[in-house]
Antibody
Framework: QVQLVESGGGVVQPGRSLRLSCAAS????????MHWVRQAPGKGLEWVAV????????YYADSVKGRFTISRDNSKNTLYLQMNSLRAEDTAVYYC???????????????WGQGTLVTVSS | EIVMTQSPATLSVSPGERATLSCRAS??????LAWYQQKPGQAPRLLIY???TRATGIPARFSGSGSGTEFTLTISSLQSEDFAVYYC????????FGPGTKVDIK
């Protein structure tokens, strides 16, 4: 059974940084692209970033480009999201999610973690 | 960016009835369309991908159809556990989600 567990959320002041982690188990983590998706309180879903299965390629939503960095450590089965220069509008539950297909980056998301809440407030 | 719209925003249905949810893309996404179900306090769950393929473990009462810019999710006979918010998502380009349709009890 695939399991994704996020951690690292919390309350942070505007302009500060935070790093989220997503620990994966139950499948071959290194075979799948991984994504971060966020959901502001009471709002819909917003895709944030993706990293290829081998970590060589990553892409970002315009809203976070230049501030957030996605990375992975396949030896630790862990995905990361480094978030810098945080803004109030970054306040959301952040989910990690696995891509649909082995060895590809499709954008379809078949397994999701339970999410971690990031609150940006002074 | 491909903009996704969903209708209606809220759908009130009685248990056992059929529910039909619509999703439209601002440009063609071929069949690169997924549907997700989200209940309060939970993560989204994949229901349908490739516009019409049910994900693992999804009951047969859920079905998807469409291609290009027009898509439909049908729940043939609503069960109590189906009352939730449903999102469509295109992945033909960088992923974008629709605003969601809330299915509540009539």
């Amino acid at each position: 059974q695939v399991q994704l567990v996020e951690s690292g959320g919390g309350v942070v002041q505007p302009g500060r940084s935070l790093r989220l982690s997503c620990a994966a188990s139950g499948s071959t983590f290194s075979s799948y692209a991984m994504h971060w998706v966020r959901q502001a309180p009471g709002k819909g879903l917003e895709w944030v970033a993706v990293i290829s299965y081998d970590g060589r390629n990553n892409y970002y939503a315009d809203s976070v480009k230049g501030r957030f960095t996605i990375s992975r450590d396949n030896s630790k089965n862990t995905l990361y999201l480094q978030m810098n220069s945080l803004r109030a509008e970054d306040t959301a539950v952040y989910y990690c999610a696995r891509d649909l297909l082995v060895g590809a980056t499709t954008g379809g998301l078949d397994y999701w973690g339970q999410g971690t809440l990031v609150t940006v407030s002074s | 960016e491909i903009v996704m719209t969903q209708s209606p925003a809220t759908l009130s249905v009685s248990p056992g009835e059929r529910a039909t949810l619509s999703c439209r893309a601002s440009q063609s996404v071929s069949s690169n369309l997924a549907w997700y179900q989200q209940k309060p306090g939970q993560a989204p769950r994949l229901l349908i991908y490739g516009a019409s393929t049910r994900a693992t473990g999804i009951p047969a009462r859920f079905s998807g159809s469409g291609s290009g810019t027009e898509f439909t999710l049908t729940i043939s006979s609503l069960q109590s556990e189906d009352f939730a918010v449903y999102y469509c998502q295109q992945y033909n380009n960088w992923p974008t989600f629709g605003p969601g349709t809330k299915v509540d009890i009539k």
